[in-house]
T-cell receptor, first 113, second 112 residues
Framework: DAGVIQSPRHEVTEMGQEVTLRCKPI?????LFWYRQTMMRGLELLIY????????DSGMPEDRFSAKMPNASFSTLKIQPSEPRDSAVYFC???????????FGQGTRLTVV | GENVEQHPSTLSVQEGDSAVIKCTYS??????FPWYKQELGKGPQLIID?????GEKKDQRIAVTLNKTAKHFSLHITETQPEDSAVYFC???????????FGRGTSLIVHP
């Protein structure tokens, strides 16, 4: 398996624009996590899915953030409208069950200007 | 919820020295403690993990210890090499939860 695949790797957008980040988890993994990494706050869990169903989205900072998982092989994190303070590296991770290794993608570096 | 504290935030050592990173957690129900290494421009990658029924685990130059009574666990790297330079994260998962809570990370710098 190629691992967790995220796209794009880098995204630069203007404030107010919509941004969509994409993730393909490892085949067979039932859990998918979206994290945001910043210098100030470290790795923050935004939302996680189990079998394509959102289980806990309490980490989503605002209503501007939304995430979907239409099928077992694809998830999106959308920010609309984007703001400069959303600039961060966003990671997607997947695992096949709890209390085991989480496999991370390479991340998407988002810059909102 | 779980809270994980990690220290130090930055650690600078000479090649060949040992490095120790310490973490504490708050939820006594946590029973899975992974450590991740993040190299520049990459996502975190698991390097070692320990479960609550084990006090210590080793893998070549890396070892992790767990003290459940005190709710702390540590990562030990011996004979450090420049390629060990990276950011290291500890995490804790409460039993029955599938959400690992991460520490803030330690930037390890190994000087040749």
């Amino acid at each position: 398996d190629a691992g967790v695949i995220q796209s794009p790797r880098h995204e630069v957008t203007e404030m107010g624009q919509e941004v969509t980040l994409r993730c393909k988890p490892i085949s067979g993994h039932d859990y998918l996590f979206w994290y945001r990494q910043t210098m100030m706050r470290g790795l923050e869990l935004l939302i996680y899915f189990n079998n394509n169903v959102p289980i806990d989205d309490s980490g989503m900072p605002e209503d501007r953030f939304s995430a979907k998982m239409p099928n077992a092989s694809f998830s999106t994190l959308k920010i609309q409208p984007s703001e400069p303070r959303d600039s961060a590296v966003y990671f997607c991770a997947s695992t096949d069950r709890g209390e085991t290794e989480a496999f991370f993608g390479q991340g998407t570096r988002l810059t909102v200007v | 919820g779980e809270n994980v504290e990690q220290h130090p935030s930055t650690l600078s050592v000479q090649e060949g020295d040992s490095a120790v990173i310490k973490c504490t957690y708050s939820d006594s129900a946590s029973n899975y403690f992974p450590w991740y290494k993040q190299e520049l421009g990459k996502g975190p990658q698991l390097i070692i993990d320990i479960r609550s029924n084990v006090g210590e685990k080793k893998d070549q130059r890396i070892a992790v210890t767990l003290n459940k009574t005190a709710k702390h666990f540590s990562l030990h790297i011996t004979e450090t090499q420049p390629e060990d330079s990276a950011v290291y994260f500890c995490a804790a998962s409460p039993g029955g939860s599938y959400i690992p809570t991460f520490g803030r990370g330690t930037s390890l710098i190994v000087h040749p």
